[in-house]
Nanobody, 125 residues
């Protein structure tokens, strides 16, 4: 199975940027769709972004489209989430996740087969 470990969270002012990183170990990550979901206190899990295993197609939630960019480096066993123009409503714990072989439906469901411990992102003045 996969193990995932996030890093790069922190506090930033509105309009700022953060880059989250995720180290993947275990089973060959190039077999899996990889993604990020987030969860804010009192809110449901929200699919943020996903990247496919075969052609690196990317998928984004409507709330982050145009501001966040997901990428993967299979050789380095890393997944990244570049977050720009951050807003207070982006405040949440962000989790790196492996939904499964394909990304189909991940953004709407945020269902993941494996995920990490999460990293806190706080956006405030």
């Amino acid at each position: 199975q996969l193990q995932l470990a996030e890093s790069g969270g922190g506090s930033v002012q509105p309009g700022g940027s953060l880059r989250l990183s995720c180290t993947v170990s275990g089973f060959a990550m190039d077999y899996y769709c990889l993604g990020w979901f987030r969860q804010a206190p009192g809110k449901e899990r929200e699919g943020v972004a996903a990247i496919s295993s075969d052609d690196d197609s990317t998928y984004y939630g409507d709330s982050v489209k145009g501001r966040f960019t997901i990428s993967r480096d299979n050789a380095k066993k890393m997944v990244y989430l570049q977050m720009n123009y951050l807003k207070p409503e982006d405040t949440a714990v962000y989790y790196c996740a492996a939904p499964g072989r394909y990304c189909t439906g991940y953004i709407s469901s945020a269902k993941s087969r494996f995920w990490g411990q999460g990293t806190q992102v706080t956006v405030s003045p």
